[in-house]
């Protein structure tokens, strides 16, 4: 019912920046909210950043001033974006998108297949 495609995670060095993307489609009627995960080995998954409905956003506060969540509303396609900027070694993770949507049938959270993010020199 829904799709989500995730991309952008990769390599960088400590200062750098990303971009990650998730696509969400299928047979969307409203979306609640879109964010992000991480998982770090040995680590629990948490929250990154969401954006909900009417343009709220939380972020974690270990990546508060340095990264920015946003959407955009393409004919049949929604997109949330991370930029991740100043990034920090302790921001290696497996990136996982996280939407709440209402489709034709039923009220879904979706998780993504995940994205690596490495930050090292």
């Known amino acids: 019912q829904v799709q989500l495609v995730e991309s952008g995670g990769g390599l960088v060095q400590p200062g750098g920046s990303l971009r990650l993307s998730c696509a969400a489609s299928g047979s969307i009627v409203s979306i609640y909210a879109m964010g992000w995960y991480r998982q770090a080995p040995g680590k629990r998954r948490e929250l990154v950043a969401v954006?909900?409905?009417?343009?709220?956003?939380?972020?974690a506060d270990s990546v508060k001033g340095r990264f920015i969540i946003s959407r955009d509303n393409a004919k049949n396609t929604d997109t949330a974006y991370l930029q991740m900027n100043s990034l920090k070694p302790e921001d290696t993770a497996v990136y996982y998108c996280?939407?709440?949507?209402?489709?034709?049938?039923?009220?879904?959270?979706?998780w993504g297949q995940g994205t690596q993010v490495t930050v090292s020199s």
């Open positions: 996280n939407t709440d949507i209402l489709t034709t049938t039923i009220r879904v959270t979706s």
């Open positions: 954006s909900s409905a009417g343009g709220s956003t939380v972020y």
